[in-house]
């Protein structure tokens, strides 16, 4: 299987916003739940949220009312759109399923958020 690829991030102030977007194929996306995660530096890489197939969502409490999670099932995407971004929001961000597969990683995209 394909791993999927990570992309949207970048270098932001304090309260601003990016949107992530995970291409991924078929055999990892159809049918399944999707999430997005991160890993900080020094520390192991923890959940953000999933979307199921359906479409219902969850949020890490360290997200949820910042960030949203959507995915586009005719074109195998998952997005984050997260605002009000925080210096502890600073880590590589990654999707999988969720729950997340082994060996279903990819390179995954850094959010650094500094003033």
């Known amino acids: 299987q394909v791993q999927p690829v990570e992309s949207g991030g970048g270098l932001v102030q304090p309260g601003g916003s990016l949107r992530l977007s995970c291409a991924a194929s078929?055999?990892?996306?159809?049918?399944?739940?999707m999430g997005w995660y991160r890993q900080a530096p020094g520390k192991q890489r923890e959940l953000v949220a999933f979307?199921?197939?359906?479409?219902?969502?969850h949020y890490a409490d360290s997200v949820k009312g910042r960030f949203t999670i959507s995915r586009d099932n005719a074109k195998n995407m998952v997005y984050c759109q997260m605002n009000s971004l925080k210096p502890e929001d600073t880590a590589v961000y990654y999707c999988?399923?969720?729950?997340?597969?082994?060996?279903?990683w990819g390179q995954g995209t850094q959010v650094t958020v500094s003033s």
């Open positions: 999988n399923r969720f729950p997340a597969v082994a060996g279903s």
């Open positions: 979307i199921t197939s359906g479409g219902n969502t």
């Open positions: 078929g055999s990892i996306f159809s049918g399944y739940a």
